[in-house]
């Protein structure tokens, strides 16, 4: 299992360790390839795991166009990696988050070639098809210009947080991979998003590649599922957001949205659990309204108490004004009952669908959220009508998140490409 981040990140790391527990369970080994970092979880392989390699912060030119190099292709990364092979020797390589510090160098370890191992690639961004990995350029506007095969854009737009350095290091590292057919080397990509899916095809990859497989709900999410118990908070009624405080997740639209419509939802509040980039920022916002009093930032929270926020909430919210894959916010948020607003791009339209399981808006419009608030709260007043959709939520998690169900498909899947590999190769 390869992951740049051996921690508790956020939702790559997610998926990873669950997977990773889902594997042992069902009787397989698993052993981790991964970056070093003080907060890594405790691992068997850490001897293995890769210097940690950076790009940002004050360093010399030198020093910055080294560090640069090696996230495009990691000379240690390579050598680390075949020695794990050599001492574990894997039947499957699972790559999640390896673009920059691990970099996919590690795919061309003689190990792999000479054993015929497949590789699984599963897709958290959009990486594989745009430099910046979010589809949005320099200002945040939503970008389909690297499609075609063409990183320019990159640069000229300075879509890597604003700058032509950190961009024009990206488009090298996407031409690279392109030139040295790394991606040849992938036998299949998992989407979790039938959008994702779309766009890694229009992005020039082969259809046959592209598996959309959706997220999965761990086991005692599905547990909570199954009840049908109404927890919301009607004495004190709020809407939920949680989740990374930075730009694309339009954790500023939302703030606007709602301090425009306090006034006439005097009983409602905003509370936003997480932290980020954009912290402060939205803590002026909030300190300069005479509503702010009603938006409660209450920083990061981990595991039960971001599901104890989530099933007293009436309605959380996904704001995100980028092209979401299928965030797991929103299938946590369905699994405790709780409907959710979400804007109509990326995958969250596959989840929330107006009047079943939530509210849609338009991406990064504030109005157009504005109204969906309105509108969800108005429609959560009916309590009988509420309870419905949060039986919908619950069901959409029952039927198509199913964790026991995705880890046969996927155990299935390496099956199917570990036979495929070793017949091709004779």
């Known amino acids: 299992m390869v992951n740049k981040f ?46 940690a390699a950076e790009y940002n912060g004050k360093t010399s030119v030198v020093k910055k166009m080294r560090d640069g190099m090696v996230l495009i292709y990691n000379p240690e990364a390579k050598r680390k990696f075949q020695a794990l092979c050599e001492a574990f020797r894997p039947e499957v390589i699972h790559l999640n988050l ?24 599963t897709s958290h961004d959009y990486i594989l098809v745009c430099p910046s990995y979010l589809m949005l350029d320099g200002e945040g506007r939503v970008c389909d210009d690297c499609l075609s095969g063409g990183f320019g854009p990159c640069i000229r737009k300075r879509c890597v947080k604003g700058s032509r350095a950190k961009s024009a290091l990206a488009a090298l ?20 998003s039938a959008f994702m899916r779309d766009k890694l095809i229009e992005g020039g990859f082969d259809s046959d590649k592209v598996t959309f497989m959706q997220n999965f709900a761990k086991d005692e999410m599905l547990l909570r599922a199954k009840t049908d118990d109404d927890l919301t908070d009607r004495e ?54 005479p509503y702010g009093d009603r938006v409660e930032l209450v920083g ?8 104890e926020y ?25 699994a405790v009952g709780t409907p959710a607003i979400g804007t109509m791009i990326g995958g969250i339209p596959e989840l929330v669908r107006e009047g079943e399981t939530g509210f849609d ?28 959709m949060q039986r919908n939520c619950r069901s959409y998690v029952l039927e198509h998140c199913d964790q026991r169900q995705y880890m046969d498909a996927l155990v299935t899947l390496y099956e199917e490409l570990i036979e495929l590999k070793r017949g091709t190769n004779g």
Not at 98 to 118: C, G, M, N
Request: aromatic share 10%.
């Open 310 to 334: 989530a099933k007293k909430a009436t309605l959380t919210v996904a704001s995100s004004r980028c092209r979401e894959n299928m965030p797991y916010s929103v299938i946590e948020s369905f």
């Open 98 to 121: 390896t673009h920059r510090q691990l970099t996919f160098s590690i795919l061309d370890v003689p190990y792999l070639k000479e054993h015929a191992v497949p590789v699984v690639y």
């Open 361 to 388: 808006c338009d991406p990064d419009d504030v109005a157009s959220l504005s109204e969906a608030i309105v509108r969800g709260i108005d429609f959560c007043q009916d309590v009988e009508a509420y309870h419905l």
């Open 173 to 192: 590292e996407a031409r690279f991979l392109r030139w040295h057919k790394s991606y040849d080397r992938i036998d299949r990509i998992i989407a979790p």
């Open 300 to 307: 990061h929270l981990a595991g039960l108490d971001v599901q």
């Open 236 to 289: 004190s009624p709020y809407l939920l957001f949680f989740g990374r405080l930075s730009r694309e997740k339009g954790i500023d639209v939302l703030v606007q949205a709602f301090l425009r419509v306090a006034e006439q939802l005097p009983a409602w509040r905003l509370v936003i659990a997480g932290d980020g980039p954009e912290r402060d920022a939205i803590g002026e916002m909030i300190a300069s309204s």
């Open 6 to 51: 051996h921690y508790l990140k956020g939702g790559s790391e997610t998926y990873c360790f669950a997977v990773s527990e889902g594997l042992e369970r069902m009787g397989h080994e698993v052993a981790w390839f991964s970056m070093e970092d003080a907060k890594n979880l405790p691992c068997r392989q850490s001897r293995y795991f890769v210097t």
